[in-house]
């Protein structure tokens, strides 16, 4: 969120219900609304960083704001990340580690087949695909969130196609489990 936030101050400054409204507008069409105290949390540990700065700003007949800035520590940072690779997406070891997990537990537990965690994890997906094409049915085209909601149907149509690889070769698989029994003799 840090980093987020400071890209949002990059647009000019503003206070703490300005910067949620403009990741509202960028995000929001996908599902990625955010609290608005996070906004908060996240300027306090910007401005302690000195990251930002805050200035405050008469409200007239309501209350004073703080009106938010990038500080030139700020905008180093914010260069700093932009420029930075971002890491590759990775399997989810989760899924992984429960397909490993059930074909070792096999013989203990008959019940638990790995070809049911993969079931369960595809219709998973499945219902996500579903939900994105009714969040892509409500997103401007060309907006910020068309291409959350694009990224994300991509990222689970790679997902269906690596469970497809995982159920042909689930059974291939051989597992060395030479430690198993060690020291119950």
Request: glycine letters at 8%; hydrophobic letters at 40%; charged letters at 25%.
């Amino acid at each position: 969120m840090k980093h987020v936030v400071l890209g949002l101050l990059a647009a000019g400054p503003a206070h703490g219900y300005e910067l949620r409204r403009r990741y509202d507008e960028l995000f929001a069409d996908a599902g990625g609304e955010v609290n608005i105290g996070q906004i908060y949390v996240t300027l306090g540990r910007l401005e302690r960083d000195g990251l930002v700065a805050h200035t405050t700003e008469s409200g007239g007949d309501r209350r004073d704001r703080k009106v938010y800035r990038l500080t030139a520590p700020g905008t180093a940072a914010l260069h700093e990340w932009l420029s930075a690779p971002s890491d590759p997406p990775l399997v989810k070891p989760d899924v992984l580690l429960r397909l490993v997990a059930a074909r070792l537990a096999a013989p203990l537990l008959p019940d638990v087949d790995p070809r049911t965690v993969i079931t369960d994890h595809r219709q998973r997906c499945l219902e996500a695909l579903r939900e994105l094409d009714r969040q892509a049915a409500r997103t401007a085209a060309g907006s910020v969130s068309g291409l959350l909601v694009q990224a994300t149907a991509l990222h689970l149509q790679a997902e269906l196609r690596w469970l497809e690889a995982c159920q042909q070769q689930l059974t291939q698989i051989e597992f060395k489990t030479s430690w198993k029994g060690d020291g119950d003799e």
